[in-house]
């Protein structure tokens, strides 16, 4: 059975009556006049008028033909047998496109190897078949650009060889649409066009507005070969929370892993096992016997302060690229404070406080007066604590604000006896802080001022060994306020400490990357007598580092594969010379940008393109200055795929011809994919013979005109 690659020039075949009626058009009425003396040739004139007819009707015959084998040969006729398609000039020049999926859910297990190593070596098969005049479209999703230039065979092969799993940057809609797209552009007659995936629904669609594209129709073959008949088991680490709200040296990070389990089948314990620095921490396992997500604690230990790589690992199943999770930690080896005070006394208790933490030296302190704040470079210090806010403005605010937003931590203490309201009030206002009222709030000596503590606030976390001994302790509190300014937070402050009047005495508040705590008195035996209270010293510890502790974990999850900016702590210029040491050992340069909070580290998408811990770190004398994780996005582990209708569905949308189309599983097309390629491909030389016989009808033609002239 004939098939047409070029069908529209069928139109054409009219033209075949164009030599008919030309005929009739020609045809003239004879007069008739008698003659007596030529009846004896009359029926000599029957006999050459009869022969005449015929040799008319001949012409007019190999004419029609002529011009209707003509068109039949730019019409591209396909004949299906591959022996006449050899004889009649073998395959003819093919415009092939090729998308072969390399995300990372094709890194699933097929039999001794994965399904991305069977997807390649189908698509060094395909190549087989094609001549060395072919053109090759090659795309995988982790393109982030459009092909515009074909390949020849040789060419993609070795492209293909080399291709690894990679994230995924574009859909395989897009890469589709694009390639039918080149593909009805194409300069040879044959287009084909194979996709080669294990069709998973997340990563197959996209939000790309779908019209009918009329050259699609022009497409000879579109093959979808899928990688994904067998059921998959498979349980994914999805996210990984640090539940330790402050972290402090020597003390243990607890982890809430989820674990989600994509099989309808309970599957077996999975063993999560939980590293730091490359050192077994922790183990737990996990089921999905009750319910597809999984939640698990893990507790480690860090050995020693600095930056820590975290690693998640879930016992191996058919998805190996969503069975690790990592995070970065970074406890410090030692904080630098700044204390600014006009009054040294107003300062004792807490400058007690933090030398009697338990490591010599661990909170680098220095003093000032507050009058030199202003002149004072802020951005070596962690932590700036202010004893008494009486010379605090606008303008001092402003400088408050950015040292805040840069991910400075600042503990401000205000004064009772406050002189100048207003001034006080337009410095916490540029902090984002409430307002002092216009009174003071004095509570008698007597009375029981401090309200309840609770247990569950972060800055009380771990200074009691256990909840039990907490709450009892913070029920029992007995200290008294002699003295606090009556201030009223925000809404965006949570209160921790208060008076039994309700009155905040003390509240916190997240600002831009950094922290704020505010006191509503002085640390002093003259304003309450907390800071006697052994509380006091182990309180101003976890707000110091709640305060750091902006720094110390990842905010949000870095996706692999995604360009991000990510910021630079302790980094003053954009000038400074620094490179990125990723996962497996090898070194980019970034570039950074200045921004008004910071300065930022530009991750391109390539350069953030695997899972693992990535190092930031001086060209020059090679210092670590930052560490960073970067996990795999969590869609990559779901294993829902399309389904065949919205496969043929797409196409449609697409302009394909429906028996263009041939949707296949790797089974079915293993054995027989290059007979059925060679099939599709054969007698493309069959347009020769019609111009042959084209050109015989015509030169047949021209001789019988010329006998037909000769004789008359």
Not at 527 to 552: A, D, K
Not at 664 to 669: F, L, V, Y
Not at 670 to 680: F, P
Not at 689 to 698: E, G, K, T
């Amino acid at each position: 059975m004939l098939t047409f690659l070029n069908p529209a020039v069928l139109i054409a075949l009219s033209a075949a009556l164009v030599p008919v009626l030309i005929h009739f058009l020609n045809i003239r009425r004879r007069k008739t006049i008698q003659f007596s003396s030529l009846l004896l040739l009359e029926e000599i004139e029957r006999s050459a008028l009869r022969k005449f007819k015929i040799n008319q009707i001949l012409l007019l015959l190999l004419r029609s033909l002529a011009v209707f084998f003509i068109v039949l040969a730019f019409a591209k006729p396909l004949l299906p047998d591959v022996m006449w398609g050899s004889m009649l000039g073998g395959k003819q020049k093919t415009t092939l496109a090729l998308v072969i999926d390399n995300s990372h859910s094709m890194d699933t297990r097929w039999q001794q190897s994965s399904r991305f190593a069977e997807a390649k070596r189908l698509a060094l098969r395909v190549l087989s078949q094609s001549s060395p005049s072919d053109e090759v479209f090659l795309t995988y999703p982790s393109m982030n650009t459009q092909v515009e230039t074909p390949l020849n065979p040789d060419h993609a092969q070795k492209v293909i060889s080399k291709l690894s799993l990679k994230p995924q940057q574009r859909s395989i809609q897009t890469l589709l649409k694009e390639n039918l797209e080149k593909l009805g552009e194409a300069r040879h007659f044959n287009r084909e066009c194979y996709v080669i995936s294990d069709f998973q629904q997340s990563s197959f669609f996209s939000k790309d507005t779908l019209k009918q594209n009329e050259d699609s129709k022009r497409i000879h073959r579109l093959f979808f070969i899928r990688l994904n008949q067998n059921q998959t088991d498979n349980a994914s680490i999805v996210k990984a929370n640090v539940r330790t709200k402050i972290l402090e040296p020597e003390k243990p990070i607890r982890l809430q892993t989820s674990v989600d389990f994509f099989s309808q089948n309970p599957l077996k314990k999975r063993l999560l096992t939980l590293r730091l620095n490359d050192k077994f921490k922790d183990e737990a396992a996990v089921s999905n016997q009750t319910s597809t997500r999984v939640n698990a604690m893990l507790s480690a230990k860090p050995s020693n302060p600095g930056f820590i790589t975290g690693h998640i690992e879930l016992e191996a199943d058919d998805y190996l690229h969503d069975n690790s999770f990592w995070f970065v930690s970074n406890i410090p080896k030692q904080i630098k404070i700044l204390v600014a005070s006009d009054n040294p006394k107003e300062a004792l208790f807490l400058k007690a406080a933090l030398s009697s933490y338990a490591k010599p030296n661990f909170f680098s302190t220095k003093h000032i007066r507050t009058q030199d704040l202003q002149s004072k470079s802020l951005r070596e210090y962690d932590v700036l604590i202010l004893v008494g806010m009486n010379k605090c403005d606008a303008m001092m605010g402003e400088k408050l604000m950015r040292f805040v937003e840069r991910g400075g931590g600042l503990m401000a203490f205000l004064s009772p006896d406050i002189s100048n309201k207003t001034s006080i009030n337009a410095c916490l206002s540029k902090l984002g802080l409430g307002k002092v009222q216009s009174k003071t709030t004095i509570q008698q000596s007597g009375s029981r001022t401090l309200d309840r503590l609770s247990a569950n606030e972060a800055l009380f976390e771990g200074i009691m060994k256990s909840q039990k001994l907490a709450k009892k302790t913070f029920k029992t509190i007995e200290d008294k306020v002699y003295k606090a300014a009556g201030y009223k937070k925000t809404f965006q402050e949570t209160q921790f400490l208060s008076v039994l009047n309700g009155n905040a005495l003390a509240t916190r508040k997240q600002s831009g990357k950094g922290r704020i705590i505010l006191w509503a008195t002085l640390p002093t035996l003259q304003h309450t007598t907390f800071v006697i209270n052994p509380l006091f010293s182990p309180l101003i510890f976890q707000s110091v580092f709640w305060m750091v502790s902006s720094n110390q974990v990842d905010k949000s999850p870095i996706v692999a594969g995604k360009s991000t900016q990510i910021q630079m702590p302790g980094l003053r210029t954009a000038s400074q010379q620094l490179e990125l040491i990723k996962p497996n050992g090898e070194a980019v340069l970034p570039t950074l940008i200045s921004k008004n909070d910071g300065i930022y580290l530009n991750a391109e998408s390539n350069m953030i393109d695997e899972a693992g811990a990535y190092s930031v770190r001086h060209k020059i004398d090679l210092t670590e200055i930052y560490r960073f994780a970067v996990n795999m996005p969590v869609s990559e582990s779901d294993t829902n795929t399309v389904s065949d209708t919205s496969l043929v569905k797409l196409s449609e949308r697409f302009g394909v011809e429906p028996s263009n189309l041939r949707i296949a599983t790797h089974s079915e097309i293993k054995k027989g994919l290059e007979s059925e390629i060679a099939n599709s491909r054969s007698g493309y030389g069959a347009w020769k013979m019609f111009i042959m016989v084209a050109i015989a009808l015509l030169v047949v033609e021209s001789l019988v005109a010329r006998n037909m002239f000769v004789k008359d």
